[in-house]
């Protein structure tokens, strides 16, 4: 073996290589890119839940009022009797680092543990936890003074009964404030029927933050993700920090979230305008995928194969070896390895596809489920509706029994009993009657006359509101009824309207008059009320007789809303399980809920704003998908959907098997593919070494059977037409190789010199080359190119020789040569066999060194300037000869300057070599030489350096006309010409 053949079957060797095994692996290594970048996408997504979360809390804790109350409240929750709560109190003032003091009260109201004198405070302990738990259970709602002043002993001057239990529920939580001088400490109260407790906290607990520290020592603990505060360029967290100053100052001010600082994924919250909270974990924890065994041993099994064939595939094209599998295995084991490469592609395009559509489904439930919560929250004005039917229907009868009644105990009762939900007040005041109804009894002049509902802990206070509210309306009726009212009575009426709703009487009655017979919020106190108002008035006078107010508490309402109808809300089509709580964690549907720790604190978040971020969480026993929605018209209810995620796995399972499915598909098409290709390839195959034995016997006389229409038919037909042509391709090489006139020498004369010569790449391509002295000052020089190669080419190029010789006469007239040929060469052959060729035909005039260029679809010539080192296309747009109705041909006359020259040339340069056009003419400019012979075969060897073996199937034909200086230099590569 030559080492040429060496070569070709080592470059064959690593084209094979690099297509069968560098390619594979190569998908093989994006797929593994690929899949970590997904890991990555996944991994950030799910830190980024996480860091939410923890950043949510982070946030709770910087608020210190919020945060002292909630840890409070959850010490208080879980502890079961006073001795566990002294237990964990104790605790929790080691671990957070708060200094306070408690008392605790057991179930009968005695001190069961306090760390200070409380007896100092000269208050009776007893009496404030009787008063405390009777305000707590609604027992009571206003203290009385004596009560008050009690308490006030312990809290402060300032303390208001009625109003502890903000300390620990409701939206607005903070520790009491109870004395204005901040002489006594901040407080938190809770009480409950087995234990109360009372803490004390210095003032400068809300100025710190017990809590961020607290937490972030807490985190640092149990969390793969660091936590830290960001206070300007100032750092809060457990040792030292992993961020420069500018670092930190950067994080802070970018809006991104998360961002990347070196090798640092940093999520944010601002937790107060001074401050941003911040979470951080290294990438390499994100964007590293974890490999297992089983991958390892895949990888390690497909390097092996992949040394296996690299290694048998040397063996077989640079060592000569033969493979031991016939052709048909070949093949089958061909469509099999390339469909892998195929299923590879699908496979990954799949998981693409199915974890994109798992999201899709997440989000689209998501979507679903806030939207389904969202119209169980507007379909709560329904529930006026209804309560309004009922009222009116209701009241119509009320008012038929008052016609000649009094207001008494049997009509009010009836008219509660025909109401839905429970009450929470009702007062129906006449104008001529002293009797004034309510929920709780009949009341005259001041007092209870009877009983309905009375709540006797709470009698006095009930008493003074029912008499309040009778002055109120009567008031309110005399307005209307345009009566007269005593200045004692507007006094009164001024003092109540602004002690139950904190407006000046004329803007209470305008509301009064506003929503008269309809649904309005009214305001007592902090707390709104749904409440119903209506006038009773005599048919025959048309004066006012009975103003009527009921109001419900929104709570009760609420929840009477949700009873009532979450049958029918968990009936849903989109299948989401829907579940309420309110604010406080006092009520929740189903009651279980409030046993699930994820659900409550995700029912916490729920306090201040709407779920956005999709969350899962277990429910028995099975992951749901997680959503929340703070409520804006049954505002004391959040409502929580959990949709199983189950349903999401089997429609991605469904979609997945249909991948599978498609797969296998794809395997048997392929192996059957391969099973009828082996047969139609081997059967013809055998035919073709029939006839290759026949030519080596040299048996012309031998015919092969047709094979039909495909490529073995044509290759037949070919190798019986061989026999044929191979006498016809000895005539056509032999005149192929005198039609060129090639010159061997520079040519001179006057003011130019000149060489002209054409590479063959292929024996029967169509370029053509004439080179004819038609006087001692004038030479002409034709260039041609007819379209395609084989035998009838070489007969064409032929044909312009022979009309060549003929028209000698046309020599010096470059346009009328290339319009005679054209005439020719449409008389040559009719319109479907006609071959078009272009032409160029130079004049030269040696002692005007002028150049007249008649081109005809040919290569635009070249003008280039070897001393300014740049090259210019000459465009002459035309078309070739023997086409369209009538040749286009363009004329251009160019006059060389010293150091000038033009290059005509063929499209073999550029076609030929793989960099084109554009390098074409760099070599031009590059490889210019004086000598016009040297200058061809430089630029020639540069273009056959870059030709591949098998692509050089275009001849090269090029001419150099330079400017002739006649320096002694030059002298030497000239010849005078010979015509």
């Not at 009480?191 to 710190?208: C, E, P, T």
């Not at 190669?789 to 046309?810: N, W």
Request: some cysteine; aromatic content about 10%.
């Amino acid at each position: 073996m030559t080492d040429t053949d060496k070569r070709k079957c080592m470059a064959n060797w690593l084209m094979f290589a690099f297509f069968a095994v560098v390619v594979p692996l190569l998908v093989a290594w994006q797929t593994f890119v690929y899949l970590e970048k997904l890991h990555a996408e996944s991994s950030l997504r799910r830190y980024q839940i996480k860091a939410a979360d923890m950043l949510e809390n982070l946030r709770v804790s910087a608020d210190a009022n919020l945060y002292v109350c909630s840890l409070m409240n959850h010490t208080f929750q879980n502890a079961k009797n006073p001795r566990l709560l002294k237990k964990d109190l104790e605790e929790l003032r080691n671990s957070s680092g708060m200094k306070f003091e408690y008392i605790i009260w057991d179930k009968n109201g005695g001190i069961h543990s306090a760390d200070f004198d409380w007896r100092s405070t000269g208050a009776d302990m007893r009496y404030a936890w009787q008063t405390l738990t009777g305000i707590g259970r609604r027992k009571i709602e206003v203290a009385d003074a004596s009560s008050t002043s009690n308490l006030r002993k312990i809290f402060g001057p300032q303390f208001f009964p009625e109003l502890y239990q903000r300390c620990y529920s409701g939206r607005n939580i903070s520790l009491i404030l109870s004395d204005s001088s901040l002489q006594k400490k901040l407080s938190w109260i809770r009480m409950r029927s087995s234990m109360g407790l009372a803490a004390f906290f210095d003032h400068d607990v809300v100025k710190g933050l017990p809590g961020l520290k607290f937490f972030i020592s807490t985190v640092a603990s149990s969390s793969e993700m660091k936590v830290g505060v960001v206070n300007a360029e100032d750092w809060l967290g457990l040792g030292p920090s992993d961020f420069s100053k500018s670092e930190m100052a950067a994080i802070s001010s970018s809006y991104e979230n998360p961002v990347r600082i070196r090798d640092w994924y940093v999520f944010k919250n601002a937790l107060r305008k001074d401050l941003c909270g911040i979470c951080y974990i290294s990438a390499d924890s994100i964007e590293r995928l974890a490999v297992n065994k089983w991958a390892w041993l895949l990888i390690g099994f497909l390097m092996a194969l992949a040394l296996y064939i690299l290694w048998r595939s040397y063996r077989v094209i640079c060592c000569g070896s033969s493979l031991s599998l016939n052709i048909r295995k070949q093949l089958i084991i061909l469509f099999v390895l390339s469909n892998a490469i195929s299923l590879l592609i699908m496979a990954l395009i799949g998981h693409d596809y199915l974890g994109q559509y798992r999201l899709y489904l997440q989000t689209e439930s998501f979507s679903k489920g806030v939207t389904f919560l969202q119209n169980i929250d507007e379909m709560f004005v329904g529930e006026y509706s209804r309560q309004l039917r009922r009222m009116r229907k209701s009241l119509g009868i009320l008012e038929k029994r008052l016609k000649n009644h009094r207001p008494d105990r049997n009509n009010i009762m009836e008219f509660l009993n025909a109401q839905s939900g429970d009450h929470f007040r009702l007062f129906l005041i006449g104008s001529t009657t002293p009797y004034i109804g309510s929920e709780l009894g009949i009341m005259k002049d001041g007092k209870f006359v009877e009983e309905i509902h009375i709540d006797w802990a709470r009698y006095k206070s009930m008493q003074t509101l029912v008499d309040s509210m009778g002055k109120l309306g009567q008031y309110y009726l005399a307005l209307l009824n345009r009566k007269p009212i005593s200045e004692m009575m507007m006094a009164q009426v001024e003092l109540i309207a602004e002690s139950l709703g904190q407006l000046r009487p004329l803007e209470m009655f305008q509301e009064f008059f506003a929503a008269t017979g309809s649904f309005w919020q009214w305001g007592m106190g902090f707390r709104y009320f749904p409440a119903y108002i209506d006038l009773l008035r005599d048919p025959d006078s048309g004066l006012a007789n009975y103003v009527f107010l009921y109001l419900w508490n929104a709570d009760r309402l609420h929840r009477h809303y949700i009873n009532q109808l979450i049958t029918d809300f968990n009936r849903n089509p989109i299948g989401i399980k829907v579940m309420a709580v309110d604010e406080n964690f006092f009520y929740s549907n189903p009651p279980e809920l409030l046993e699930n720790q994820q659900l409550r604190l995700y029912s916490a978040k729920l306090r201040e704003r709407s779920g956005v971020e999709i969350e899962f969480c277990d429910w028995e026993g099975e992951q749901h998908l997680l959503m929340g929605l703070k409520c804006t018209s049954i505002d004391t209810i959040r409502l929580i959907g959990l949709y199983p995620a189950s349903a999401i796995d089997r429609k991605v399972t469904r979609k997945q098997q249909i991948f599978v499915a498609l797969a296998i598909v794809s395997i048997l098409v392929s192996l059957a593919m391969g099973l009828f290709v082996s047969r139609s390839i081997l059967i013809p195959l055998a035919e073709l070494q029939r006839g290759i034995a026949a030519l080596q016997q040299r048996d012309f006389a031998f015919r092969l059977a047709d094979l039909g229409g495909d490529e073995f038919g044509n290759l037949a037909r070919v190798f019986n037409t061989t026999l044929v042509d191979l006498e016809e391709l000895q005539v056509a090489s032999t005149v192929q190789e005198k039609l060129s006139d090639n010159m061997s020498e520079v040519a001179h004369s006057g003011c130019l010199k000149w060489f002209a010569a054409s590479s063959s790449q292929y024996r029967f391509a169509g370029d053509y080359l004439a080179v004819e002295q038609i006087s001692a000052e004038k030479v002409m020089i034709l260039l041609g190119d007819v379209a395609g190669s084989g035998i009838g080419v070489s007969l064409i190029v032929a044909f312009v020789k022979a009309a060549l010789l003929q028209l000698k006469q046309l020599y010096d007239r470059p346009e009328q040569l290339l319009l005679r040929l054209d005439f020719l060469l449409r008389e040559l052959s009719n319109r479907a066999g006609r071959k078009c060729m272009t032409m160029q035909c130079a004049l030269l005039d040696c002692q005007k060194a002028e150049v007249i260029v008649a081109n005809a679809g040919h290569c635009f010539p070249v003008r280039v300037n070897l001393i300014e080192g740049n090259a210019k296309v000459v465009e002459m747009p035309s078309t070739p000869l023997a086409t369209g109705s009538r040749v286009s041909c363009s004329v251009k006359s160019f006059n060389l300057q010293p150091g000038e020259s033009m290059i005509l040339y063929s499209g073999g340069f550029y076609r030929s070599c793989e960099n084109g056009f554009a390098d074409f003419i760099k070599d031009l400019v590059q490889l210019g030489n004086c000598c016009p012979k040297k200058w061809y075969e430089t630029v020639i060897a540069a273009v056959n350096a870059r030709i591949d073996a098998s692509a050089g199937r275009d001849d090269m034909t090029m001419v150099v006309i330079s400017f002739n200086e006649k320096s002694e230099r030059e002298n030497a590569c000239l010849k005078t010409p010979e015509k």
